[in-house]
């Protein structure tokens, strides 16, 4: 069989511990033997870090730009404990929050689906993606605490120094205020990457703010996502036959929890904050949850919504057996071999990609799986295995649907 080519480069971040020793197994089991695999490679795992003072993370970022697609490894955000560990010179910052900010990105997390494991809201038959704006609100605010009573005012001096003021409440007493902010232009930002992304998945896209209650700040949100769905994507949205649908937050939770899934639901800061916790509890685990951040302008850096596997990984060095799941892994590199298929125009790639993931969940399906889904699943030949024979396993369906 010959092997798929590639035109243009993956860039290709690699990473740490647990989910390092995997990212090398699936290319040698998964990959490789299948895809005359090319990219440019990033080691983004702690130790290159610092030796490059962190300058890997940004150049990664910008290869992201230039090409269009990643796929990225976990990899460790360093705490006092890593400083010691690593020896590090500086606590460096985390990685997807540098390539998250230069690439301007939303990240869109979508949990994979298989028998035998029952979300626990048992109509959710088909993934909610959850799409969480990152920028703003709660996250970047001003509060204080007031006591003794006083008067508490909202403050704007434009640039000439002109000043406006509002009311916020005459205090009798002690209480709380908060300051906070968003842009226009990462409100936009947010909004072209869920409306392209849409389109992308052929699947609808569900936004909800509180607009009655905040008539001016949660207002805009909506104003700026329907001008942009107006100009710019009705036209596209209706030829893919899909709908962007703007409803209230509260009204939205209840036609969610109601709902089959299937859809994209947008979310500002702190709505996708606590919702994509409580989706992704639903649904099972993290080590089920894919995760795409996609930038305005269409580039797509694809990683697990997990970490590095800590404890897994020093019972690895301990030259112990572990049972980590690489499904959240596995599904990162088909969602970047995809979309560089769709990109460059190789239809054997995207259908690599496909039979790739087809063979993933089919092995679970079969009752090969690793520990935490052995946990949850509820097939009756269920059968526990290491990582490396889930791998295996995967490999021989694989090959057999690519014969
Ligand atoms: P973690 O790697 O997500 O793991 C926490 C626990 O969840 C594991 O000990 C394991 O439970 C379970 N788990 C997570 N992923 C699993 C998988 N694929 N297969 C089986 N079990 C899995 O979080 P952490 O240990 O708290 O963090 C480790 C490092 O990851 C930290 O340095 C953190 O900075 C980094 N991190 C990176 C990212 C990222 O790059 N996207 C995201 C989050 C955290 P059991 O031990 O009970 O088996
Ligand atoms: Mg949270």
């Known amino acids: 069989m010959d092997k798929i080519k590639m035109t243009t480069p993956l860039v290709e971040m690699d990473g740490d511990e647990m989910t390092r020793v995997l990212w090398q197994w699936i290319k040698d089991i998964l990959i490789t033997p299948f895809v005359e695999l090319k990219t440019e490679y990033y080691d983004l795992g ?78 959710w038959t088909k993934p909610i993606t959850i ?52 842009r226009d232009d990462s409100i936009t930002g947010f909004a072209h990457a869920c409306f392209k992304y849409a389109l992308d998945r052929k699947q609808d896209l569900w936004f ?36 962007y649908f703007y409803t209230l937050i509260d009204d939205a939770v209840a036609r969610v929890i109601r709902s089959n899934g299937g859809y994209i639901w ?7 904050d606590v919702m994509s916790d409580m989706v992704s509890t639903a649904y099972g685990s993290l080590a089920m949850m894919t995760s795409v951040l996609v930038s305005p302008t269409g580039v797509y850096e694809f990683e697990a919504a997990h970490g590095t596997v800590q404890r897994h990984y020093y019972k690895h060095l301990k030259g112990e057996e572990t049972s980590t799941n690489s499904v959240a892994t596995i599904f990162a590199w088909s969602g970047a071999l995809r979309k560089r298929g769709e990109l460059d125009g190789i239809p054997a ?23 935490d889904l052995y946990l949850l699943s509820s097939l009756e030949n269920k059968q526990k295995v290491s990582s490396k024979v889930f791998l295996e396993e995967i490999g021989k369906r694989l090959s057999a649907a690519m014969q």
């Open 46 to 123: 702690l130790k290159k870090r610092e030796e490059t003072k962190d300058r890997i993370t940004v150049e990664s970022a910008e290869a992201t730009k230039k090409y269009g697609v990643a796929v990225k490894c976990a990899t460790i955000t360093p705490n006092a404990a890593r400083v010691e560990e690593y020896g590090l010179s500086e606590m460096w910052k985390s990685p997807n929050g540098t390539i998250r900010a230069i690439l301007d990105g939303t990240v869109f997390r979508t949990p994979i689906l298989v028998k035998g494991i029952t979300p626990y809201i048992p109509t």
């Open 131 to 182: 799409a969480r704006h990152a920028y703003g609100d709660v996250y970047k605010n001003t509060e204080m605490r007031v006591q003794g009573g006083g008067k508490a005012e909202l403050v704007w001096t434009d640039k000439n120094g002109n000043e406006t003021r509002q009311l916020i409440h005459e205090f009798t007493g002690d209480g709380v205020i908060q300051g906070m902010h968003n």
């Open 208 to 243: 909800a703010t509180k607009d009655t209650i905040s008539k001016k700040y949660d207002h805009r949100f909506k104003d700026i996502f329907a001008e942009l769905y107006e100009n710019e994507y009705k036209a596209k949205f209706e030829a893919a036959g899909i709908e």
């Open 266 to 272: 947008a979310c500002k800061n702190y709505d996708g």
């Open 349 to 371: 790639l995207c259908d690599y990609a496909d039979k790739l993931e087809a063979a993933t969940i089919g092995t679970i399906e079969d009752g090969i799986m690793t520990g």
